[in-house]
Protein backbone atom coordinates (compact mmCIF):
# COMPACT_ATOMS: atom_id res chain seq x y z
CA UNK A 1 0.00 0.00 0.00
CA UNK A 2 1.34 3.30 -0.87
CA UNK A 3 2.49 5.71 1.78
CA UNK A 4 0.07 8.73 2.01
CA UNK A 5 3.18 11.03 2.81
CA UNK A 6 3.81 10.27 -1.21
CA UNK A 7 0.47 10.79 -2.59
CA UNK A 8 -0.40 13.77 -4.34
CA UNK A 9 -2.47 13.37 -7.45
CA UNK A 10 -5.18 11.16 -8.98
CA UNK A 11 -4.84 12.23 -12.23
CA UNK A 12 -2.99 10.77 -15.04
CA UNK A 13 0.55 12.89 -14.21
CA UNK A 14 0.40 11.11 -10.95
CA UNK A 15 2.71 8.68 -12.47
CA UNK A 16 5.03 11.50 -12.51
CA UNK A 17 4.62 12.59 -8.57
CA UNK A 18 3.74 9.82 -6.61
CA UNK A 19 5.47 7.40 -4.73
CA UNK A 20 8.77 7.79 -2.81
CA UNK A 21 10.56 6.42 -5.44
CA UNK A 22 9.73 9.85 -7.65
CA UNK A 23 11.28 12.32 -5.00
CA UNK A 24 13.89 12.82 -7.60
CA UNK A 25 10.81 13.91 -10.16
CA UNK A 26 9.19 16.20 -7.58
CA UNK A 27 12.38 17.80 -7.39
CA UNK A 28 12.75 18.61 -10.71
CA UNK A 29 9.26 20.05 -10.63
CA UNK A 30 9.85 21.95 -7.49
CA UNK A 31 12.97 23.64 -9.19
CA UNK A 32 10.58 24.88 -11.99
CA UNK A 33 8.58 26.62 -9.82
CA UNK A 34 5.97 24.51 -8.54
CA UNK A 35 4.88 24.01 -4.30
CA UNK A 36 3.60 21.48 -2.95
CA UNK A 37 -0.34 22.25 -3.46
CA UNK A 38 0.75 22.36 -7.16
CA UNK A 39 1.41 18.97 -7.45
CA UNK A 40 -2.13 17.58 -6.42
CA UNK A 41 -3.35 19.47 -9.60
CA UNK A 42 -3.63 18.39 -13.69
CA UNK A 43 -0.99 19.39 -15.64
CA UNK A 44 -2.21 20.63 -18.85
CA UNK A 45 -0.08 20.91 -21.69
CA UNK A 46 -0.04 24.12 -23.69
CA UNK A 47 1.42 23.07 -27.13
CA UNK A 48 1.77 26.46 -28.86
CA UNK A 49 3.62 27.28 -32.62
CA UNK A 50 4.46 30.95 -32.04
CA UNK A 51 7.27 31.97 -34.32
CA UNK A 52 8.47 35.65 -35.25
CA UNK A 53 9.03 33.95 -38.81
CA UNK A 54 4.76 33.50 -39.78
CA UNK A 55 2.95 36.22 -39.70
CA UNK A 56 -0.48 33.44 -38.52
CA UNK A 57 1.95 32.85 -35.44
CA UNK A 58 3.28 35.77 -33.84
CA UNK A 59 0.38 36.60 -32.20
CA UNK A 60 0.59 32.95 -30.06
CA UNK A 61 2.76 33.99 -27.59
CA UNK A 62 0.38 36.33 -26.06
CA UNK A 63 -2.42 34.23 -27.18
CA UNK A 64 -1.03 31.58 -24.72
CA UNK A 65 -0.95 33.69 -21.77
CA UNK A 66 -4.66 34.02 -21.68
CA UNK A 67 -4.80 30.54 -22.35
CA UNK A 68 -2.66 29.77 -18.89
CA UNK A 69 -5.12 32.28 -17.02
CA UNK A 70 -8.17 30.10 -17.89
CA UNK A 71 -6.24 27.25 -16.78
CA UNK A 72 -4.83 28.52 -13.59
CA UNK A 73 -8.32 29.90 -12.93
CA UNK A 74 -10.18 26.24 -13.12
CA UNK A 75 -7.49 24.59 -10.73
CA UNK A 76 -5.04 23.51 -13.39
CA UNK A 77 -1.16 23.77 -13.85
CA UNK A 78 -0.05 25.15 -17.27
CA UNK A 79 2.72 24.19 -18.79
CA UNK A 80 3.98 25.60 -22.66
CA UNK A 81 5.82 24.03 -25.07
CA UNK A 82 6.44 24.38 -28.33
CA UNK A 83 6.26 22.95 -32.20
CA UNK A 84 7.65 24.50 -35.20
CA UNK A 85 5.49 26.02 -37.96
CA UNK A 86 5.75 27.10 -41.47
CA UNK A 87 4.31 29.61 -43.64
CA UNK A 88 3.33 28.00 -46.73
CA UNK A 89 2.85 32.33 -48.41
CA UNK A 90 6.84 32.42 -47.54
CA UNK A 91 7.57 28.78 -48.79
CA UNK A 92 5.53 29.11 -52.28
CA UNK A 93 7.14 29.16 -55.47
CA UNK A 94 10.71 28.04 -54.45
CA UNK A 95 12.21 24.53 -52.64
CA UNK A 96 11.25 26.04 -49.33
CA UNK A 97 7.66 24.83 -50.40
CA UNK A 98 8.97 21.00 -50.38
CA UNK A 99 9.35 21.41 -46.18
CA UNK A 100 5.17 22.40 -44.93
CA UNK A 101 3.64 19.51 -45.88
CA UNK A 102 6.24 17.14 -44.31
CA UNK A 103 6.58 19.54 -40.80
CA UNK A 104 3.00 18.26 -40.49
CA UNK A 105 4.42 14.90 -39.39
CA UNK A 106 7.11 16.50 -37.18
CA UNK A 107 4.41 18.53 -35.52
CA UNK A 108 2.03 15.41 -34.16
CA UNK A 109 5.27 13.90 -33.49
CA UNK A 110 6.66 16.27 -31.24
CA UNK A 111 3.54 16.66 -29.32
CA UNK A 112 2.99 13.20 -29.14
CA UNK A 113 6.54 12.94 -27.55
CA UNK A 114 6.09 15.98 -25.01
CA UNK A 115 2.58 14.77 -23.73
CA UNK A 116 3.76 11.05 -23.14
CA UNK A 117 6.93 11.86 -21.80
CA UNK A 118 5.66 13.61 -19.57
CA UNK A 119 2.10 11.93 -18.84
CA UNK A 120 -0.11 15.28 -18.92
CA UNK A 121 -4.00 15.43 -18.13
CA UNK A 122 -5.04 17.83 -20.84
CA UNK A 123 -3.83 19.92 -23.47
CA UNK A 124 -4.75 23.40 -25.04
CA UNK A 125 -3.19 23.63 -29.05
CA UNK A 126 -2.47 26.85 -30.55
CA UNK A 127 -2.08 26.52 -34.64
CA UNK A 128 -2.16 29.13 -36.82
CA UNK A 129 -1.10 28.02 -40.43
CA UNK A 130 -1.56 25.32 -42.88
CA UNK A 131 -0.41 22.46 -41.99
CA UNK A 132 -0.16 23.05 -37.91
CA UNK A 133 -3.48 22.79 -36.75
CA UNK A 134 -4.19 19.21 -38.70
CA UNK A 135 -0.42 18.28 -37.19
CA UNK A 136 -2.14 19.15 -33.91
CA UNK A 137 -5.25 17.33 -34.36
CA UNK A 138 -3.41 13.99 -35.62
CA UNK A 139 -1.97 14.32 -32.28
CA UNK A 140 -4.99 14.96 -30.61
CA UNK A 141 -6.03 11.53 -31.94
CA UNK A 142 -2.83 9.47 -31.26
CA UNK A 143 -2.65 11.41 -27.53
CA UNK A 144 -6.47 10.88 -26.69
CA UNK A 145 -6.73 13.11 -23.21
CA UNK A 146 -9.37 16.15 -23.01
CA UNK A 147 -7.56 18.67 -25.93
CA UNK A 148 -9.11 22.43 -26.86
CA UNK A 149 -7.81 23.61 -29.68
CA UNK A 150 -7.81 27.66 -30.32
CA UNK A 151 -6.18 29.14 -33.22
CA UNK A 152 -4.66 32.26 -33.82
CA UNK A 153 -7.39 33.80 -36.21
CA UNK A 154 -7.26 35.99 -39.72
CA UNK A 155 -6.15 39.05 -40.49
CA UNK A 156 -8.33 41.84 -41.54
CA UNK A 157 -8.44 41.91 -45.24
CA UNK A 158 -6.22 45.13 -47.72
CA UNK A 159 -7.69 48.25 -49.13
CA UNK A 160 -6.03 50.36 -51.75
CA UNK A 161 -8.29 52.86 -53.78
CA UNK A 162 -10.60 50.74 -55.46
CA UNK A 163 -9.96 47.32 -54.49
CA UNK A 164 -11.48 47.33 -50.91
CA UNK A 165 -11.05 43.69 -50.19
CA UNK A 166 -7.49 42.53 -50.53
CA UNK A 167 -6.37 38.85 -49.53
CA UNK A 168 -2.93 37.33 -50.14
CA UNK A 169 -4.78 35.76 -53.36
CA UNK A 170 -4.80 38.90 -54.79
CA UNK A 171 -1.95 39.75 -54.30
CA UNK A 172 -0.18 36.46 -56.34
CA UNK A 173 -2.48 37.65 -59.06
CA UNK A 174 -1.45 40.84 -59.36
CA UNK A 175 2.10 39.63 -60.20
CA UNK A 176 0.77 38.26 -63.26
CA UNK A 177 -1.47 41.70 -64.20
CA UNK A 178 1.81 43.60 -63.88
CA UNK A 179 3.97 41.54 -65.71
CA UNK A 180 1.35 41.82 -68.39
CA UNK A 181 1.07 45.72 -68.17
CA UNK A 182 -2.40 45.79 -66.52
CA UNK A 183 -1.14 46.99 -63.30
CA UNK A 184 2.12 49.57 -62.89
CA UNK A 185 5.42 48.15 -60.82
CA UNK A 186 4.93 51.10 -58.91
CA UNK A 187 1.01 50.02 -57.80
CA UNK A 188 2.37 47.12 -56.94
CA UNK A 189 5.31 48.05 -54.97
CA UNK A 190 2.53 50.55 -52.89
CA UNK A 191 -0.27 47.19 -52.86
CA UNK A 192 2.55 45.29 -51.01
CA UNK A 193 2.33 47.30 -47.55
CA UNK A 194 -1.37 47.52 -47.83
CA UNK A 195 -2.18 43.86 -48.12
CA UNK A 196 -1.60 42.56 -45.08
CA UNK A 197 -2.94 45.26 -42.52
CA UNK A 198 -2.72 42.86 -39.65
CA UNK A 199 -1.06 39.53 -38.24
CA UNK A 200 -3.36 36.52 -38.69
CA UNK A 201 -3.53 33.66 -40.95
CA UNK A 202 -4.87 34.63 -44.51
CA UNK A 203 -7.95 36.87 -44.94
CA UNK A 204 -9.59 34.41 -47.33
CA UNK A 205 -10.99 30.73 -46.78
CA UNK A 206 -7.28 29.42 -48.11
CA UNK A 207 -5.83 25.81 -45.96
CA UNK A 208 -4.89 27.43 -43.17
CA UNK A 209 -8.42 28.70 -42.47
CA UNK A 210 -10.16 26.02 -44.02
CA UNK A 211 -8.13 23.77 -41.05
CA UNK A 212 -8.88 26.24 -38.27
CA UNK A 213 -12.36 26.17 -38.87
CA UNK A 214 -11.99 22.48 -39.23
CA UNK A 215 -10.88 22.24 -35.61
CA UNK A 216 -14.62 23.77 -34.70
CA UNK A 217 -16.35 21.92 -36.95
CA UNK A 218 -15.45 18.37 -35.97
CA UNK A 219 -15.84 20.04 -32.50
CA UNK A 220 -12.53 20.46 -31.02
CA UNK A 221 -12.57 24.07 -30.62
CA UNK A 222 -15.58 26.55 -28.67
CA UNK A 223 -18.17 27.44 -31.41
CA UNK A 224 -17.25 31.00 -32.85
CA UNK A 225 -13.58 30.81 -31.29
CA UNK A 226 -11.71 29.58 -34.69
CA UNK A 227 -13.30 32.66 -36.91
CA UNK A 228 -12.57 35.49 -34.41
CA UNK A 229 -10.04 37.75 -36.03
CA UNK A 230 -6.34 37.45 -34.32
CA UNK A 231 -6.31 41.26 -33.01
CA UNK A 232 -9.92 40.87 -31.15
CA UNK A 233 -10.02 40.62 -28.05
CA UNK A 234 -12.89 38.38 -28.59
CA UNK A 235 -10.15 36.02 -29.53
CA UNK A 236 -8.64 36.28 -26.29
CA UNK A 237 -11.44 36.01 -24.31
CA UNK A 238 -12.12 32.69 -26.25
CA UNK A 239 -8.17 31.80 -25.19
CA UNK A 240 -9.27 31.99 -21.46
CA UNK A 241 -12.30 30.30 -21.69
CA UNK A 242 -10.18 27.08 -23.71
CA UNK A 243 -7.96 26.76 -21.27
CA UNK A 244 -10.60 26.93 -18.20
CA UNK A 245 -12.20 24.32 -20.86
CA UNK A 246 -9.67 21.85 -20.83
CA UNK A 247 -9.73 21.65 -17.31
CA UNK A 248 -13.23 20.95 -16.82
CA UNK A 249 -13.01 18.04 -19.57
CA UNK A 250 -10.69 15.97 -17.11
CA UNK A 251 -13.50 15.22 -14.94
CA UNK A 252 -15.71 14.70 -17.62
CA UNK A 253 -13.80 11.63 -19.43
CA UNK A 254 -14.10 13.94 -22.49
CA UNK A 255 -11.28 12.93 -24.67
CA UNK A 256 -10.18 13.49 -28.11
CA UNK A 257 -10.92 10.26 -29.66
CA UNK A 258 -14.76 10.91 -28.41
CA UNK A 259 -14.75 13.59 -30.37
CA UNK A 260 -13.26 12.46 -33.97
CA UNK A 261 -15.34 10.01 -34.65
CA UNK A 262 -16.86 9.32 -37.87
CA UNK A 263 -19.84 11.10 -37.64
CA UNK A 264 -17.31 14.02 -36.73
CA UNK A 265 -14.71 13.49 -39.55
CA UNK A 266 -18.02 13.04 -42.19
CA UNK A 267 -20.01 16.49 -40.64
CA UNK A 268 -16.44 17.98 -41.47
CA UNK A 269 -16.22 17.14 -44.99
CA UNK A 270 -20.35 18.56 -45.29
CA UNK A 271 -19.04 21.78 -43.99
CA UNK A 272 -16.51 21.62 -46.33
CA UNK A 273 -18.49 21.48 -49.60
CA UNK A 274 -20.67 24.26 -47.95
CA UNK A 275 -18.02 26.72 -47.64
CA UNK A 276 -15.62 25.57 -50.67
CA UNK A 277 -13.25 24.61 -48.85
CA UNK A 278 -9.16 24.49 -49.55
CA UNK A 279 -8.30 21.19 -51.16
CA UNK A 280 -6.32 20.75 -48.79
CA UNK A 281 -8.55 19.60 -46.47
CA UNK A 282 -8.86 16.58 -48.49
CA UNK A 283 -5.19 15.13 -47.70
CA UNK A 284 -5.82 16.49 -43.80
CA UNK A 285 -9.04 14.41 -43.22
CA UNK A 286 -7.46 11.61 -44.71
CA UNK A 287 -4.24 11.48 -42.19
CA UNK A 288 -7.07 12.76 -39.36
CA UNK A 289 -8.90 9.96 -39.71
CA UNK A 290 -6.26 7.45 -40.22
CA UNK A 291 -4.78 8.92 -36.44
CA UNK A 292 -8.27 8.51 -34.97
CA UNK A 293 -8.32 4.76 -36.50
CA UNK A 294 -11.51 6.06 -38.56
CA UNK A 295 -12.73 4.32 -41.87
CA UNK A 296 -12.62 6.78 -44.30
CA UNK A 297 -12.22 7.09 -48.45
CA UNK A 298 -12.11 9.24 -51.13
CA UNK A 299 -15.62 7.96 -51.85
CA UNK A 300 -16.80 9.92 -49.04
CA UNK A 301 -15.92 13.28 -50.47
CA UNK A 302 -17.04 12.88 -53.50
CA UNK A 303 -20.91 11.21 -52.18
CA UNK A 304 -21.04 14.29 -50.27
CA UNK A 305 -19.66 16.46 -52.53
CA UNK A 306 -23.34 15.68 -54.65
CA UNK A 307 -25.50 15.81 -51.43
CA UNK A 308 -24.50 18.96 -49.98
CA UNK A 309 -24.46 22.28 -51.94
CA UNK A 310 -21.73 24.95 -51.97
CA UNK A 311 -23.55 28.22 -50.34
CA UNK A 312 -20.46 30.45 -49.06
CA UNK A 313 -19.52 33.53 -50.67
CA UNK A 314 -16.68 34.02 -49.29
CA UNK A 315 -12.59 34.71 -50.60
CA UNK A 316 -10.53 33.05 -52.87
CA UNK A 317 -14.10 32.17 -54.79
CA UNK A 318 -15.98 34.56 -53.71
CA UNK A 319 -16.35 37.94 -52.67
CA UNK A 320 -16.70 38.75 -49.02
CA UNK A 321 -13.05 38.41 -46.58
CA UNK A 322 -13.21 36.30 -43.15
CA UNK A 323 -13.66 38.89 -40.59
CA UNK A 324 -17.43 39.54 -42.65
CA UNK A 325 -17.61 35.82 -42.32
CA UNK A 326 -17.67 35.94 -38.36
CA UNK A 327 -19.70 38.61 -38.44
CA UNK A 328 -22.19 36.47 -40.12
CA UNK A 329 -21.70 34.01 -37.53
CA UNK A 330 -18.85 32.03 -38.96
CA UNK A 331 -18.56 28.36 -38.62
CA UNK A 332 -21.72 28.00 -36.53
CA UNK A 333 -23.94 29.69 -39.13
CA UNK A 334 -22.80 27.40 -41.94
CA UNK A 335 -23.41 23.98 -39.62
CA UNK A 336 -26.72 26.15 -38.91
CA UNK A 337 -27.64 26.25 -42.69
CA UNK A 338 -26.86 22.67 -43.34
CA UNK A 339 -28.21 20.87 -40.20
CA UNK A 340 -30.82 18.88 -42.07
CA UNK A 341 -27.61 17.41 -43.85
CA UNK A 342 -25.69 16.73 -40.65
CA UNK A 343 -24.96 14.07 -38.42
CA UNK A 344 -26.83 15.08 -35.02
CA UNK A 345 -24.81 12.75 -32.64
CA UNK A 346 -21.46 14.51 -33.22
CA UNK A 347 -20.03 15.52 -29.69
CA UNK A 348 -17.88 18.14 -28.90
CA UNK A 349 -15.78 19.84 -26.14
CA UNK A 350 -18.83 21.73 -25.38
CA UNK A 351 -19.89 18.85 -23.51
CA UNK A 352 -22.47 18.99 -25.95
CA UNK A 353 -23.38 17.55 -29.48
CA UNK A 354 -23.43 19.48 -32.39
CA UNK A 355 -26.70 19.86 -32.55
CA UNK A 356 -27.68 20.99 -29.03
CA UNK A 357 -24.57 23.71 -29.88
CA UNK A 358 -27.13 24.92 -32.48
CA UNK A 359 -29.83 24.96 -30.77
CA UNK A 360 -30.01 28.83 -30.13
CA UNK A 361 -28.24 29.99 -33.71
CA UNK A 362 -29.89 32.27 -35.61
CA UNK A 363 -30.42 31.17 -39.54
CA UNK A 364 -28.71 33.55 -41.71
CA UNK A 365 -29.61 33.78 -44.84
CA UNK A 366 -28.08 36.60 -47.66
CA UNK A 367 -25.52 36.93 -50.11
CA UNK A 368 -22.20 35.94 -47.11
CA UNK A 369 -24.42 32.76 -46.48
CA UNK A 370 -26.85 31.50 -49.18
CA UNK A 371 -29.80 29.50 -48.19
CA UNK A 372 -29.66 25.62 -48.60
CA UNK A 373 -32.51 26.00 -51.03
CA UNK A 374 -31.19 28.59 -53.31
CA UNK A 375 -27.26 27.82 -52.84
CA UNK A 376 -24.61 29.67 -54.96
CA UNK A 377 -23.32 26.35 -56.59
CA UNK A 378 -25.85 23.26 -56.64
CA UNK A 379 -22.56 20.49 -55.70
CA UNK A 380 -20.16 21.48 -53.16
CA UNK A 381 -16.98 22.83 -53.63
CA UNK A 382 -14.84 19.83 -53.84
CA UNK A 383 -15.07 17.44 -56.79
CA UNK A 384 -13.12 13.87 -56.62
CA UNK A 385 -12.18 13.01 -60.42
CA UNK A 386 -11.09 9.64 -61.93
CA UNK A 387 -10.03 7.98 -64.93
CA UNK A 388 -7.06 6.69 -66.69
CA UNK A 389 -4.86 9.95 -65.94
CA UNK A 390 -5.88 9.67 -62.66
CA UNK A 391 -7.10 5.98 -61.52
CA UNK A 392 -6.90 6.30 -57.35
CA UNK A 393 -7.95 9.83 -57.71
CA UNK A 394 -7.52 13.51 -58.07
CA UNK A 395 -9.00 16.44 -56.65
CA UNK A 396 -10.59 19.87 -57.90
CA UNK A 397 -11.65 23.02 -55.98
CA UNK A 398 -14.86 23.03 -58.23
CA UNK A 399 -16.04 26.21 -56.33
CA UNK A 400 -13.13 28.38 -57.65
CA UNK A 401 -13.60 27.17 -61.16
CA UNK A 402 -15.51 28.59 -63.96
CA UNK A 403 -18.51 26.86 -65.24
CA UNK A 404 -17.09 27.95 -68.79
CA UNK A 405 -14.20 25.39 -67.72
CA UNK A 406 -16.01 22.34 -66.36
CA UNK A 407 -15.53 20.48 -69.66
CA UNK A 408 -12.17 21.08 -70.91
CA UNK A 409 -10.28 19.25 -74.07
CA UNK A 410 -6.28 20.20 -74.65
CA UNK A 411 -2.53 19.09 -75.52
CA UNK A 412 -0.62 18.29 -72.72
CA UNK A 413 2.50 20.10 -72.09
CA UNK A 414 5.13 18.68 -70.01
CA UNK A 415 7.25 19.86 -66.77
CA UNK A 416 8.86 17.81 -63.57
CA UNK A 417 9.76 21.17 -62.28
CA UNK A 418 7.49 23.78 -61.04
CA UNK A 419 9.84 26.45 -62.03
CA UNK A 420 10.20 25.34 -65.43
CA UNK A 421 6.34 25.75 -65.76
CA UNK A 422 6.72 28.81 -64.13
CA UNK A 423 9.06 29.95 -66.50
CA UNK A 424 7.09 29.16 -69.87
CA UNK A 425 4.13 30.93 -68.65
CA UNK A 426 6.01 34.28 -68.16
CA UNK A 427 7.71 33.66 -71.05
CA UNK A 428 4.16 33.64 -73.01
CA UNK A 429 5.32 29.88 -74.46
CA UNK A 430 1.78 28.29 -73.11
CA UNK A 431 -1.04 28.85 -76.08
CA UNK A 432 -5.06 28.22 -75.78
CA UNK A 433 -6.17 24.91 -75.11
CA UNK A 434 -2.80 23.70 -73.30
CA UNK A 435 -3.02 21.21 -70.07
CA UNK A 436 -0.10 22.15 -68.24
CA UNK A 437 0.84 18.44 -66.82
CA UNK A 438 2.90 19.24 -64.01
CA UNK A 439 4.77 15.38 -62.36
CA UNK A 440 7.08 14.67 -59.84
CA UNK A 441 5.75 17.40 -57.43
CA UNK A 442 3.67 14.53 -55.22
CA UNK A 443 4.48 13.48 -51.91
CA UNK A 444 7.01 11.08 -52.29
CA UNK A 445 7.95 12.75 -55.92
CA UNK A 446 8.80 16.60 -54.63
CA UNK A 447 9.55 14.94 -52.16
CA UNK A 448 7.13 16.72 -49.86
CA UNK A 449 4.19 17.82 -52.56
CA UNK A 450 4.75 21.21 -53.05
CA UNK A 451 1.72 23.54 -53.96
CA UNK A 452 1.54 24.76 -57.11
CA UNK A 453 -0.04 28.16 -56.25
CA UNK A 454 2.62 30.31 -58.27
CA UNK A 455 1.60 28.47 -61.85
CA UNK A 456 -2.30 28.74 -61.05
CA UNK A 457 -1.65 32.53 -60.09
CA UNK A 458 0.54 33.36 -63.06
CA UNK A 459 -2.36 31.84 -65.48
CA UNK A 460 -5.35 34.09 -63.38
CA UNK A 461 -3.20 37.12 -63.13
CA UNK A 462 -2.79 36.45 -67.35
CA UNK A 463 -6.91 35.98 -67.88
CA UNK A 464 -6.06 32.28 -69.13
CA UNK A 465 -8.46 30.61 -66.58
CA UNK A 466 -10.91 30.15 -69.62
CA UNK A 467 -8.16 29.05 -72.05
CA UNK A 468 -5.66 26.63 -70.14
CA UNK A 469 -5.85 23.69 -67.18
CA UNK A 470 -3.30 22.50 -64.90
CA UNK A 471 -3.17 19.37 -63.78
CA UNK A 472 -0.21 17.79 -61.29
CA UNK A 473 0.57 15.13 -58.52
CA UNK A 474 1.52 18.18 -56.01
CA UNK A 475 -1.23 20.40 -54.35
CA UNK A 476 -2.91 23.19 -54.36
CA UNK A 477 -2.49 26.67 -51.82
CA UNK A 478 -6.33 26.98 -49.98
CA UNK A 479 -6.34 30.28 -52.20
CA UNK A 480 -6.08 28.68 -55.49
CA UNK A 481 -8.55 29.41 -57.96
CA UNK A 482 -9.36 28.16 -61.62
CA UNK A 483 -8.93 25.03 -63.43
CA UNK A 484 -6.68 23.16 -61.58
CA UNK A 485 -6.51 19.71 -60.59
CA UNK A 486 -4.35 18.30 -58.24
CA UNK A 487 -3.49 14.88 -56.09
CA UNK A 488 -3.23 13.04 -58.68
CA UNK A 489 -2.76 9.47 -57.51
CA UNK A 490 -0.77 7.26 -57.71
CA UNK A 491 1.31 10.24 -58.58
CA UNK A 492 4.23 9.66 -61.09
CA UNK A 493 7.29 9.08 -58.63
CA UNK A 494 5.17 5.82 -57.66
CA UNK A 495 4.15 4.71 -61.35
CA UNK A 496 0.96 6.43 -61.74
CA UNK A 497 0.26 7.25 -65.66
CA UNK A 498 1.26 10.86 -65.04
CA UNK A 499 4.72 9.46 -65.07
CA UNK A 500 4.44 8.86 -68.98
CA UNK A 501 1.88 11.58 -70.38
CA UNK A 502 3.98 13.36 -73.38
CA UNK A 503 3.76 16.88 -74.82
CA UNK A 504 1.02 16.84 -77.37
CA UNK A 505 -1.31 13.60 -75.57
CA UNK A 506 -4.73 14.70 -74.83
CA UNK A 507 -6.38 15.10 -72.23
CA UNK A 508 -9.85 15.81 -71.26
CA UNK A 509 -11.46 16.82 -68.22
CA UNK A 510 -15.08 16.48 -67.69
CA UNK A 511 -15.84 17.79 -63.70
CA UNK A 512 -19.32 17.27 -63.69
CA UNK A 513 -18.89 13.26 -64.48
CA UNK A 514 -16.11 13.09 -62.51
CA UNK A 515 -13.54 12.07 -65.58
CA UNK A 516 -9.57 12.67 -66.08
CA UNK A 517 -8.77 11.17 -68.96
CA UNK A 518 -5.12 10.97 -71.00
CA UNK A 519 -6.51 9.73 -74.43
CA UNK A 520 -3.87 7.74 -74.87
CA UNK A 521 -4.37 3.73 -75.73
CA UNK A 522 -3.99 1.39 -72.62
CA UNK A 523 -1.24 -0.53 -74.89
CA UNK A 524 0.54 2.50 -75.48
CA UNK A 525 0.80 3.40 -71.73
CA UNK A 526 2.16 0.01 -70.80
CA UNK A 527 4.86 0.40 -73.41
CA UNK A 528 5.56 3.52 -71.90
CA UNK A 529 5.53 2.41 -68.68
CA UNK A 530 7.70 -0.65 -69.85
CA UNK A 531 10.61 1.82 -70.27
CA UNK A 532 10.19 4.16 -67.33
CA UNK A 533 12.38 5.31 -65.09
CA UNK A 534 11.70 7.23 -61.98
CA UNK A 535 12.93 11.10 -61.71
CA UNK A 536 15.15 11.19 -58.06
CA UNK A 537 15.13 14.61 -57.13
CA UNK A 538 17.56 16.33 -55.07
CA UNK A 539 16.82 15.80 -51.58
CA UNK A 540 17.73 16.56 -47.80
CA UNK A 541 17.88 13.68 -44.96
CA UNK A 542 15.10 14.99 -43.69
CA UNK A 543 12.77 14.79 -46.92
CA UNK A 544 14.51 11.70 -47.97
CA UNK A 545 13.16 9.81 -44.83
CA UNK A 546 9.86 11.45 -45.57
CA UNK A 547 9.92 10.12 -49.38
CA UNK A 548 10.66 6.65 -47.74
CA UNK A 549 7.64 6.25 -45.66
CA UNK A 550 4.88 8.48 -47.85
CA UNK A 551 2.05 7.36 -49.72
CA UNK A 552 0.45 9.01 -52.68
CA UNK A 553 -1.73 11.98 -51.87
CA UNK A 554 -5.22 9.41 -52.09
CA UNK A 555 -4.98 8.12 -49.35
CA UNK A 556 -3.50 11.44 -47.11
CA UNK A 557 -0.03 11.32 -47.73
CA UNK A 558 -0.23 9.39 -44.46
CA UNK A 559 3.07 8.08 -43.20
CA UNK A 560 3.41 3.98 -44.00
CA UNK A 561 5.55 2.46 -41.15
CA UNK A 562 7.24 -0.83 -42.64
CA UNK A 563 5.81 -3.90 -40.64
CA UNK A 564 8.34 -5.45 -38.47
Not at 61 to 75: H, I, N, P, S
Not at 169 to 187: A, L, Y
Not at 525 to 534: G, L, N, S
Amino acid sequence: MENPKFHFSDYRSGELVNGIDRSAHRALLYCTGLDTDDLHRPIIGIANSFTEMVPGHISLRELADYVKQGVWQAGGIPREFSTIALCDGICQGHTGMRYPLPSRENIADAIEMMIEAHHMDAMVMLPGCDKICPGMIMAAARCNIPTVIIPAGPMLAGHYKDKDVITLTDMREFIGRTEVGKMTEEELLKIEKLALPTYGTCAMLGTANSMSFMAEILGLALPYSTTATAISSEKRRFAKQSGRRAVEMIAEGLTARKILTRSAILNGIRAVMAMGASTNTVLHLMSIAHEADVELSLQDFDRISREVPYICNIKPSGKYPMEVFHDHGGVQSVLKAIESKLDPDQMTVTGKTVIENLKDVELVEDDVIFPLSHPKKDEGGIAILYGSLAPDGAVVKKAGVKEVMYNFRGKARVFDYMEDACKSIQAGEIEDGTVIVLRYEGPKGGPGMREMHMVTSLLVGRGMDESCALVTDGRFSGSTRGPAIGHISPEAAAGGPIAVVEDGDMITIDIPNRRLELEVPEEVIRERMARWTPLIKERTPSLAKYAALVTSADRGAILEIPKV
